[in-house]
């Protein structure tokens, strides 16, 4: 049985890592260096960062800030944010990422699913998805949730599954900071219908969420941000909750 997976994220914005309420009145949370190397420390199992003003401001996340983070993280890490072609994922993956991920550009252009995975395999694609619930239905947003689109989300992560996006990052953007528990309907309903992994993001506030989110949405991996941040939880006690809940997980 496939160990469940705690992942922190770290927004960046200029180099400092930033958290915010559904994707609004973003504040300073600290160094992603000195973070990211503290998660590592504590037994998360990977890590995310994300430019989240790249893809609006049109510029490249910086490779830079990978190579820094890189040298002080010794577990998989995810970048994304600005990602449009193969030259910036060559640059990131040779800068020490272990996957990228890729959200508006992707929706975009889908062709680019098809040759990011071709140039460097699915395992190194993630599809990242911001998806807000109104009109009965969940449907997917762009720019870092400032461009609402008429695809629904779990007919987008279908398709891009399909050209070989080899796992999701799940992002519900009603959730998003509220520390009122993960979206369980669409987590479940890509979990239960894809053939690749599902991370959950958006909403984590108690141990528990993290249960409901493996147990009842059978999601793969859960990511959380702000409860980390600020020492709400910590990973070693969230990892001994999870174990004596019945959740298999890495220590």
Request: glycine content about 8%.
């Amino acid at each position: 049985m496939l160990t469940k997976r705690i992942i922190p994220c770290l927004d960046i914005k200029d180099g400092r890592t930033v958290k915010g309420i559904n994707f609004e009145n973003i504040r300073d949370a600290g160094d992603p260096i000195e973070l990211g190397a503290l998660y590592a420390s504590q037994g998360a199992d990977e890590l995310v960062f994300l430019d989240i003003t790249a893809t609006n401001e049109r510029r490249k996340t910086l490779a830079e800030l990978v190579t820094r983070i890189a040298r002080h993280v010794n577990i998989p890490f995810t970048v994304g944010g600005g990602i449009a072609e193969v030259e910036d994922v060559y640059a990131l993956l040779q800068s020490g990422a272990d996957k990228i991920s890729v959200n508006t550009a992707a929706f975009k252009n889908p062709e680019l699913v098809d040759t990011l995975a071709r140039e460097f395999g699915s395992q190194c694609i993630v599809l990242a998805i911001d998806t807000r619930f109104e009109d009965g239905d969940w449907y997917v947003y762009l720019n870092g949730g400032r461009v609402k689109t008429d695809r629904k989300a779990f007919d987008w992560a279908k398709e891009a599954v399909d050209r070989g996006a080899g796992e999701i990052l799940l992002t519900s953007m009603n959730n998003d900071g509220t520390k009122q528990g993960f979206a369980l309907d669409i987590t479940a309903q890509l979990s239960q219908n894809l053939h690749v992994p599902v991370i959950a993001s958006g909403g984590a506030g108690t141990m528990q969420h993290f249960v409901d989110v493996f147990e009842n949405a059978q999601a793969d991996a859960a990511l959380a941000a702000s409860i980390f941040h600020y020492k709400e939880i910590e990973i070693p006690a969230l990892k001994t909750f999870l174990y004596e809940k019945g959740v298999n997980v890495r220590f």
